[in-house]
């Protein structure tokens, strides 16, 4: 039986394939914090226009799918107001997004070429409306984004440690190899 070397390059291949996933679920969820209830603003005004928009392209399309937010402008009110699609109760606002709405938006956004994200939602609906008005509150919007964002830093922080200990096992294979001999073919 001939000692066979074991070949180092996929340990490493897959550590690094491993460790950039988790790297980007680090960097993209470690900051991303809600801002405080005492950064935020109130706006009022009446839905005028409604749109969704793709996030990953950031152009309008017509499907409901998870990358996409929900954009809308308010009447006589300057700027563009986004509810991202991770968010609870996206499916509900896009279906009954109407008439006149409280939005709270971070302060430091109101202005900007951005559009502002809404961290609380209420809306006024006619007496006779057959539906319920809806609103997200604000503590409901911090639980679920700060839920998500713990389940992606701990998928990240465990894909990272898989890749060290890829590593280390590249590392091993390696002395292995060089401490082994090879034995010629007989």
Same mark, same amino acid.
């Given at each position: 039986?001939?000692?066979?070397? &074991?070949?180092v390059? $996929?340990?490493?291949?897959l /550590? &690094?394939? #491993?460790?950039?996933?988790?790297g980007?679920f680090?960097?993209?969820n #470690?900051? @991303?914090?809600? +801002?405080?209830?005492?950064a935020l603003?109130k ?6 226009k409604?749109f969704? *928009?793709?996030?990953? %392209?950031g152009?309008?399309?017509g499907?409901?799918? $998870? *990358?996409n %937010?929900?954009?809308?402008t &308010?009447e006589d009110v ?6 991202p699609s991770s968010? $609870?109760?996206?499916s509900? #606002?896009?279906?009954?997004l109407s ?6 938006v971070r302060?430091s956004?109101?202005?900007?070429? *951005?559009p *502002?994200?809404?961290?609380r939602?209420?809306q006024?609906v +006619?007496e006779? !409306?057959?539906?319920? +008005?809806? %609103?997200? %509150?604000y503590? =409901?919007i911090?639980e @679920?984004?700060? /839920?998500?964002?713990?389940s992606?830093?701990?998928a990240g922080t465990?894909?990272l440690? /898989?890749a060290?200990g &890829? ?5 091993l294979?390696?002395?292995?190899? =060089? !401490?082994? +001999? @090879?034995t010629? /073919?007989?």
């Amino acid at each position: 039986m001939r000692n066979r070397r &074991l070949q180092v390059w $996929p340990y490493i291949t897959l /550590a &690094l394939f #491993i460790g950039a996933i988790g790297g980007a679920f680090l960097h993209y969820n #470690i900051d @991303t914090d809600i +801002p405080s209830r005492d950064a935020l603003q109130k706006i009022s005004g009446s839905v005028d226009k409604l749109f969704l *928009m793709d996030d990953l %392209s950031g152009k309008q399309t017509g499907l409901l799918k $998870p *990358m996409n %937010s929900i954009h809308f402008t &308010l009447e006589d009110v300057e700027g563009e107001f986004r509810y991202p699609s991770s968010w $609870p109760g996206y499916s509900t #606002i896009w279906r009954q997004l109407s008439f006149h709405v409280d939005v709270w938006v971070r302060k430091s956004d109101i202005g900007s070429d *951005m559009p *502002m994200i809404v961290y609380r939602f209420e809306q006024q609906v +006619p007496e006779d !409306w057959v539906v319920e +008005p809806f %609103s997200m %509150s604000y503590e =409901r919007i911090t639980e @679920t984004q700060d /839920a998500s964002r713990r389940s992606y830093v701990r998928a990240g922080t465990i894909l990272l440690a /898989a890749a060290a200990g &890829l590593v280390l096992i590249a590392m091993l294979v390696h002395i292995r190899n =060089r !401490w082994k +001999p @090879t034995t010629a /073919a007989r």
